[in-house]
């Protein structure tokens, strides 16, 4: 019997909890014969929108590209644009950028957490997650002001200095996360449900995901070990110890157990940066804004964000304004181009796992 | 291969040793929020008494959340504009900027994140004025270390102090290009200093212009309102940088100094007018005279020019520039520098005639029937006299005669001790050239240093050449020697007492307390007064003078709508920005009174 391909909109409204975009499948029975992306329900011009205000207006734009991740976005541009200047950074804003970029790292995996697992229906330990995340977010508010866009790595340096007792207030949670991921792990690495549906599922061929320009976790996860913070140390990465976790198994597991495997490096590297950190200046002021001129001229760096590498250009025209900023997100390669391919011939109802498991944010990818 | 397996099936169970667990985000169940961290940025709160009303949050803001309105109660004057933010909430992203570039420190953001209202409008909101509150839950505040203003000024190159003392040289030494794109750079360009000139100079807009390397039109925009702004470069009193939002926490914009800057790079006259190009209208057929070549004189004359008038100067002395040119010593504004500017003006069509004195070489009456209208610009020539004993001694000179003497190039024998009576700029330009003729100097001021009308600057400067400033010393008497010339100078030690209407503290003299210093000259220096015995007759009666000023109206027309007035004999500030902005009021006066109603043009 010649079976009917049946298409199926799923979206835009949030498929899983990464944003608004949607997927057009063609499915025969429960098996995805064709996968189309649609997106557009997010676009919100940033890059355009940063060449009508001034250098340091544009600034504030930054932390919005992508929701989970904002602090990456704004070193990147703080970077491209000291680069640009050739301004300084005071070696303690550097250790200080590090410990925020890390922190960001684990209160994004920790909303992955939750977004992994409830997609394949296991809910509770999203709420353990993103209600442990609010610790760091505490931690946060109390450094830049606020809880999820921080605007708090700028050109020249960081924002503020850190409060009072804060380097202990990180310890102290770092020490309670990481007991807390124990029972993460528990739930979710042991649990049987979780093995069945992602080992063995959505598969990335490892030639294909260099060929594509895969990056982070996904990357990891088909064993190939690629870390801009190792690769092209950016800050004060270099003078830190940690491991860049890879996995062979090119599925949902092996991604996952990347990304398991990542957030305690990341504690490694915070109490790292906490014993480290030196004193001294935070931030280099940059002139006044108003009539802050960069020099004509470009400038492209390379960020290792939550979900791979990220790359800022940035060209000046010697006005007051950027002539251009572009971003190249991660989430574009994987969850436009290389989603499409992932799909065909995978369960419907692992949709939404995948898309988790490739770091997909919609935000990201329109801007 | 078999993924259920015992273990994996029993592990998850272990979620139930976190039942019953308080959640983390709420204080108490049901719904009680937690307390926002220290440096929270919540709603704002606006300091209403601190605020200059500057705007620099409006301009910072990119999500034009926040618009300058005025305030009930709060009332603009120089140096405030009146305005105050006003906040749309539902378009603030938060980011705290405005906090960050406000000059004053007078914004933050609160530790409030809760409202709830159906009505959109009730989200627009005043920071201070509605939630007076806020004041005790500020968490986002602006630091001097945090700020995003420049508070550091360019300093200024100049001569050192003993260095200066050798020669009439320019202390000043000016900005080269570089310090001057820095300090430009300093500007927010928040219009305070415009509204405070007298003459409501472009202000932010040159600096604007010096800032992005663009000089010609710096000084384009200059010349609009302002005919002698080398001068100004040099010499201004400056009320803009009084008033600059950024002196609030640190060092004002140096406004003058950077006119000053933009105004050199046109080295001649010829080059002055390439930049500027004025637009010359066509000969108008309306004659005005004008009576002395200062300040507001020349600027009569040089926008009248412009607009089609026929303009003649009558200048008592050899040379144009009033007390600009015989008040001001030329260590402080070089000659030359005056002469380009007077020469630009030439060539623009202004005649003056010089060593014509009104009323002696030709009277009042003719000029006021040959023209069209007059415009009278006559300075204060007249020195006050101290009234003391002794004063018409040999050696007890006029600081303002001085003064007038040497920048006429003469000499005059001052001895080695000089005494001068006074705190105005005109004595301390006094005391500063009496040292550059080789005098040690002593300043005899009744009250204290800090209560000195004289520029800060100037005082400095004074000091730093070695003049000894005697504050609260009140002179009584002139000692003089047997040939009749002065030796020395008896005053009397005050003290301040407060003033008791809550004015500035009055010096009152302490009896007993005379002391005696000595002296081979003694220059005064405590002010002067209009001559306006030009005016004859009918026109003594005709045009009215009170207090020693002519009685003008806002077009800076006398009481005979022919004659207009400008200058120290019409204002009460008295300093040549003063002069510059009365000419240019007089300007629209004159065009407005002959163009409006008189012949076809």
Redesign the interface.
């Known amino acids: 019997m010649r079976e009917k391909a049946t298409t199926l909109y799923l979206g835009p409204q949030h498929p899983g909890i990464t944003g608004n975009m949607m997927i057009r499948l063609k499915v025969k029975g429960d098996t995805i014969v064709q996968a189309t992306t649609e997106v557009g329900y997010l676009h919100r011009a940033f890059e355009k929108l940063a060449e009508r205000?001034n250098w340091?207006?544009?600034f504030?734009?930054m932390c919005r590209f992508c929701v989970p991740e904002p602090d990456p976005v704004e070193e990147s541009y703080a970077r491209a644009v000291e680069t640009l200047e050739g301004r300084e950074v005071p070696e303690r804003a550097k250790y200080i950028r590090v410990l925020v970029l890390e922190l960001a790292r684990i209160a994004s995996y920790m909303l992955w957490y939750g977004g992994q697992a409830g997609s394949l229906g296991l809910y509770?330990i999203g709420q353990?997650s993103v209600?442990?995340r609010?610790?760091i977010l505490?931690l946060f508010?109390?450094?830049?002001?606020?809880r999820v866009?921080h605007?708090y790595i700028w050109p020249g340096g960081v924002?503020?200095d850190l409060?009072m007792g804060f380097e202990e207030k990180v310890l102290k949670t770092m020490d309670y996360l990481e007991k807390r991921l124990d029972?993460y792990e528990?739930?979710m690495f042991?649990?049987?449900?979780f093995?069945?549906r992602t080992?063995g599922v959505g598969i990335i061929d490892p030639e294909k995901a260099i060929e594509w320009g895969v990056v982070g976790p996904p990357l990891r996860g088909c064993g190939i070990q690629h870390d801009v913070r190792i690769d092209e140390p950016y800050e004060v990465y270099d003078q830190l110890d940690f491991e860049v976790p890879t996995e062979e198994g090119c599925d949902i597991w092996a991604r996952a157990n990347v990304r398991r495997r990542e957030i305690r490096q990341s504690i490694r590297i915070i109490r790292q940066v906490i014993d480290k950190m030196p004193k001294g200046e935070f931030?280099n002021?940059?002139?006044?804004?108003?009539?802050?001129r960069l020099p004509k001229g470009d400038a492209y760096v390379r960020t290792e964000a939550v979900r791979g590498e990220v790359g800022m250009y940035i060209a000046s025209d010697g006005s007051e304004h950027p002539r251009r900023v572009h971003f190249r997100g991660a989430a574009y390669v994987h969850a436009v181009t290389l989603l499409e391919d992932l799909l065909v011939g995978e369960n419907v109802a692992d949709v939404s796992a995948i898309m988790n498991s490739l770091g997909t944010c919609p935000p990201e990818i329109e801007r | 291969?078999s993924?259920?397996?015992l273990?994996?099936?029993l592990?998850?169970l272990?979620?139930l040793k976190?039942f019953g667990r308080k959640?983390?985000?709420l204080k108490e169940v049901p719904f009680v929020p937690l307390e926002?961290?220290?440096?929270?940025?919540g709603f704002h709160y606006n300091d209403i008494e601190k605020c200059i009303g500057c705007g620099n949050c409006a301009?910072?803001c990119?999500n034009q959340a926040i618009d300058m309105v005025p305030v009930e109660g709060i009332e603009g004057h120089k140096g405030d504009s009146g305005l105050r933010p006003r906040i749309d909430h539902g378009r603030c992203?938060?980011?705290?900027?405005c906090v960050?570039?406000c000059p004053t420190s007078s914004l933050s953001?609160t530790k409030d994140y809760l409202y709830v209202s159906d009505d959109p409008d009730s989200f627009l909101w005043m920071p201070g004025v509605d939630n007076p509150d806020g004041k005790e839950r500020k968490?986002?505040t602006g630091t001097p270390?945090?700020s995003?203003?420049?508070f550091q000024r360019v300093p200024m190159p100049e001569l050192e102090g003993m260095e200066r003392v050798k020669s009439f040289a320019e202390v000043v030494l000016g900005y080269n290009e570089e310090q001057a794109r820095?300090e430009?750079?300093?500007?927010?360009?928040c219009g305070l200093c415009t509204e405070a000139c007298p003459d409501h100079m472009h202000i932010p807009e040159y600096i604007?212009a010096i800032?992005r390397g663009n000089d010609a039109d710096a000084v384009r925009i200059i010349y609009d309102n302002n005919p002698l702004p080398e001068m100004c470069g040099k010499v201004c009193t400056r009320r803009c940088e009084e008033v600059c939002a950024i002196a609030h926490r640190g060092e004002p914009i140096a406004i003058r100094w950077l006119k000053r800057y933009a105004t050199e790079t046109a080295r001649n006259a010829d080059i002055i007018r390439e930049i500027v190009n004025p637009e010359i209208k066509e000969p108008n057929g309306y004659k005005v005279g004008i009576i002395g070549a200062g300040p507001s004189g020349l600027t009569v004359a040089y926008y009248l020019a412009l607009r089609g008038f026929d303009c003649t100067i009558y200048e008592a002395n050899p040379k144009a520039g009033g007390m600009t040119m015989y008040g001001i010593p030329k260590y402080r504004f070089p000659e030359e520098s005056l002469d380009k500017q007077i020469e630009y003006i030439q060539k623009i069509g202004v005649k003056i005639h010089f060593n014509t004195k009104v009323g002696k070489d030709i009277p009042f009456k003719e000029i006021y029937e040959k023209y069209d209208a007059v415009f009278i610009g006559v300075g204060f020539p007249k020195p006050w006299t101290l009234g003391v004993e002794g004063e018409d001694l040999e050696g007890s000179i006029q600081a303002v005669n001085f003064l007038y003497e040497i920048n006429n190039g003469k000499q005059v024998d001052v001895g080695d001790k000089v005494i001068v009576i006074g705190g105005g700029n005109v004595a301390i330009d006094a005391a500063r050239v009496s040292r550059r003729l080789g005098a040690e100097v002593t300043i005899l001021y009744r009250r204290r240093v800090q209560d000195m009308p004289a520029d800060w600057e100037e005082i400095e400067g004074a000091e730093q050449e070695g003049v000894h400033i005697i504050p609260q010393a009140i002179p009584v008497k002139f000692h003089g020697d047997e040939k009749g010339h002065v030796k020395a100078v008896e005053y009397l030690k005050a003290e301040m007492v407060p003033d008791e209407k809550g004015g500035r503290p009055r010096p009152v003299p302490i009896e007993g307390s005379n002391t005696i210093i000595e002296a081979t000259a003694v220059l005064g220096a405590i002010g002067q007064q209009g001559d306006y015995s030009f005016l004859e007759g009918v026109f003594a009666e005709r045009i009215k003078i009170e207090r020693g000023r002519f009685v003008v109206n806002e077009k800076q027309q006398t009481s005979d709508p022919k004659v207009f007035a400008g200058g120290d004999a019409a204002n009460r500030t008295a300093d040549a920005i003063s002069a510059i902005a009365d000419g240019y009021r007089a300007v629209k006066g004159i065009e407005e009174m002959l163009v409006g109603t008189g012949k076809d043009v």
């Open positions: 205000r340091l207006q544009s504030t734009l509770t353990w209600g442990d609010n610790y505490d508010e109390e450094l830049t002001g606020g866009y605007m924002r503020r409060p029972d528990d739930l042991d649990n049987a449900i093995r069945k080992i931030y002021k940059i002139p006044n804004p108003h009539k802050w | 291969m993924f259920i397996d273990k994996g099936t592990k998850p272990t979620a976190q959640p983390h985000t926002a961290a220290d440096r929270y940025r301009t910072i990119q992203c938060w980011c705290g900027l960050d570039v953001l968490a986002f270390e945090t995003l203003n420049d820095a430009a750079s300093r500007c927010i360009s604007n800032a």
